[in-house]
């Protein structure tokens, strides 16, 4: 079956700091992958996605490259803020029958401070 | 706010109690999605429904039920209520059901109910 194994937590950065949240996924076909991001009391939120191999998504300042042949979707922002302290999910969508529903990972807490 | 709405926010009962949850999809979306967050556990996929029909079902217990009415709203019961079913449930909603290639078919999450069950 389908699975997301992201870095472990929590991850503790100061303001500016470069971040790299690490995550790969099994899975058969070709999966569209997603981050997300759950703010404290809060649900989740679309950060970004890609839906092919080398695809790139972006937002926010945050970047995630769809890489196939290591089978990975890492998260990256150059220069992390307060604001960015939140948990972040990687999780996959299998392509072809039977792929309703996301796979996500464990999560990953950031604390992002001054 | 992300258009989905889910009430109530916060639960507290008993174990042996039966609770239900309620979701309203984002205006428009057809598809809607529970899922269970949990320390242990993570998020975990619990059942879809797609325009009043069950279309996949994950990790759900038998003590769980669900269903998604004519007016796309759906309802998560949970009975027989034990310790280990505090947590933290979603709802989610998509436009459309199953595979689309250009991956368009993005979940939205609402903001949880929190169950605690004592």
């Known amino acids: 079956g389908n699975s997301v194994t992201q870095m472990e937590g929590p991850v503790t950065l100061s303001e500016e700091a470069f971040l790299t949240i690490n995550c790969t996924y099994t899975?058969?076909?070709?999966?569209?992958l997603f981050w997300y991001v759950q703010y404290p009391g809060e649900g989740l939120q679309l950060l970004l996605k890609a839906t092919k191999a080398d695809d790139k998504g972006s937002n926010k300042g945050f970047e995630a490259t769809y890489r196939k042949e290591t089978t990975s979707f890492h998260l990256e922002k150059g220069s992390v803020q307060v604001s960015d302290s939140a948990v972040y999910f990687c999780?996959?969508?299998?392509?072809?029958?039977?792929?309703?529903?996301?796979?996500f990972g464990k999560g990953t807490k950031l604390s992002v401070i001054p | 706010d992300s258009g989905v709405t889910q009430t109530p926010k916060h639960l507290i009962t008993a174990t042996g109690q039966r609770v239900t949850l309620r979701c309203s999809p984002r205006s428009g979306d057809l598809s809607v999605y529970w899922y269970q967050q949990s320390l242990d556990q993570g998020l975990q996929f619990l059942i879809q429904?797609?325009?009043?029909?069950?279309?996949a079902k994950g990790n759900i217990l038998e003590r769980f039920s669900a269903q998604q009415f004519p007016d796309l709203h759906s309802e998560l019961n949970l009975s027989s209520l034990e310790l280990g079913d505090s947590a933290l449930y979603f709802c989610?909603?998509?436009?459309?059901?199953?595979?689309?290639?250009?991956?368009?078919?993005?979940?939205?999450f609402g903001a949880g109910s929190r169950l605690t069950v004592l």
């Open positions: 999780a996959l969508k299998g392509s072809g029958a039977g792929s309703y529903q996301l796979t």
């Open positions: 429904y797609y325009n009043g029909e069950e279309r």
């Open positions: 899975a058969t076909g070709y999966p569209s």
């Open positions: 989610a909603s998509s436009a459309t059901v199953g595979w689309q290639p250009s991956g368009a078919n993005v979940l939205t």
